[in-house]
C-alpha cells in the first residue's frame, strides 16, 4: 500500500518553528506529496503540496529532497491554533497514514 | 460556492439497517472518496472514483457499495449496518485524478452510529 510513515506526535511551544518530516520510500515518479491538517470534528484541510525542491505559501514551507524518499513540513512561529493533526500524502489511491498529533503550548 | 456537501450530519442506525450516505460536490471535480475515521485514528479509504460510472475499491470497501451516475454526486450505501461501522465519514473531491497536483476538497463528515 502506498502508505507514508510519520511520527505519532510532537510537543511544541508558541512562537516555535515546527519540522514534521514524512517518509515515502516508494513514492512513484509522478506522485506529489500534499499536506493536511485536521482539528477534531473537521474534515482535513489542504495545507501544502510539492513535487520537489522548496515549495513556500503564507502558512507553511515544504522542503522535498532530490531523492523525494521523505518530506519536511515546516510550519513557522507555531501558535495556540495550530494544535491539529498533520497528515502528509502522496498520490495513490489517495490512502492517509495515521498523522502526526501536533500540539503546542503557552 | 458550496464545495463538498454531505448529508447527513449525524445519524443513528440498528443493527443489520440499511442506508445511505450522500455527498455532492459543485466543483466540476472527476475525482471523488470516501473516507472512514475511527476515533483517534487516521483516514481510511473506502471507495474511490476516478469519473462518473467508474469506481474502485480502497483499503476497506466490505459492507458498503458506491455508484457515481453523475459528476456531481457519490452517494456510499451501506448494506446491512453493523457496530463495527460505527464511525465518522467523510467525502472529499479532487479537481483531476491523473494528476497529483489537485489537492483533495473534503466535506464536514457524517457522523454514523450502529446500535
Known amino acids: 500500500l502506498a502508505k507514508t510513515t510519520q511520527p505519532i506526535s510532537m510537543d511544541s511551544y508558541e512562537g516555535q518553528e515546527v519540522n514534521i518530516t514524512c517518509s515515502h520510500n516508494?513514492?512513484?515518479?509522478?506522485?506529489?506529496i500534499t499536506w493536511y491538517q485536521q482539528f477534531p470534528s473537521q474534515g482535513p484541510r489542504f495545507i501544502i503540496q510539492g513535487y520537489k525542491t522548496k515549495v513556500t505559501n503564507e502558512v507553511a514551507s515544504l522542503f522535498i529532497p532530490a531523492d523525494r524518499k521523505s518530506s519536511t513540513l515546516s510550519l513557522p512561529r507555531v501558535s495556540l491554533s495550530d494544535t491539529a493533526v498533520y497528515y502528509c500524502?502522496?498520490?495513490?489511491?489517495?490512502?492517509f497514514g495515521a498523522g502526526t498529533r501536533l500540539f503546542v503550548k503557552a | 460556492n458550496a464545495g463538498v456537501t454531505q448529508t447527513p450530519k449525524f445519524q443513528v442506525l440498528k443493527t443489520g439497517q440499511s442506508m445511505t450516505l450522500q455527498c455532492a460536490q459543485d466543483?466540476?471535480?472527476?475525482?471523488m472518496s470516501w473516507y472512514r475515521q475511527d476515533p483517534g485514528m487516521g483516514l481510511r479509504l473506502i471507495h474511490y472514483?476516478?469519473?462518473?460510472?467508474?469506481?474502485d475499491q480502497g483499503e476497506v470497501p466490505n459492507g458498503y457499495n458506491v455508484s457515481r451516475s453523475t459528476t456531481e454526486d457519490f452517494p456510499l450505501r451501506l448494506l446491512s449496518a453493523a457496530p463495527s461501522q460505527t464511525s465518522v465519514y467523510f467525502c472529499?473531491?479532487?479537481?483531476?485524478?491523473?494528476?497529483?497536483?489537485?489537492?483533495?476538497?473534503f466535506g464536514n463528515g457524517t457522523r454514523l452510529t450502529v446500535t
Open positions: 472529499a473531491s479532487s479537481y483531476s485524478a491523473g494528476q497529483g497536483g489537485s489537492p483533495l476538497h
Open positions: 500524502l502522496r498520490w495513490l489511491k489517495t490512502i
Open positions: 472514483s476516478v469519473g462518473a460510472g467508474i469506481t
Open positions: 516508494n513514492i512513484a515518479t509522478n506522485d506529489y
Open positions: 466543483m466540476n471535480h472527476e475525482y
